[in-house]
């Protein structure tokens, strides 16, 4: 079966960190698009970043020079590493993989970052 299983979230403080665990399993990991997506209460889903299969990195705006996304493809495995957080980044945050069309997408994760 197809499955993205997101780990890692949680409360923290303002100014603090989390990294962002999404683990892979019944695709051809190496080969997807893997990205971060992110929704937070009565607003729509949004792009937080994105890593293609040759490692490149795209960010949104409000998180580039705070979040880092990478991938170990021996694991299966997407991380988004955040730094510096503030109270908007609060949101459910979504792994999704995609491939020619193909799209998988996570449970998601809660992230508060609350003082």
């Known amino acids: 079966q197809v499955h993205l299983v997101e780990t890692g979230g949680g409360l923290v403080q303002p100014g603090g960190s989390l990294r962002l665990s999404c683990a892979a399993s019944g695709i051809i990991f190496s080969i997807y698009t893997m990205g971060w997506y992110r929704q937070a209460p009565g607003k729509e889903r949004e792009l937080v970043a994105l890593?293609?299969?040759?490692?490149?990195?795209n960010y949104a705006d409000s998180v580039k020079g705070r979040f880092t996304i990478s991938r170990d493809n021996a694991k299966n495995t997407v991380y988004l590493q955040m730094n510096s957080l503030k109270p908007e980044d609060t949101a459910v945050y979504y792994c999704k993989a995609g491939y020619r069309g193909h799209d998988v997408w996570g449970q998601g994760t809660q992230v508060t970052v609350s003082s």
């Open positions: 890593i293609w299969s040759g490692s490149t990195t």
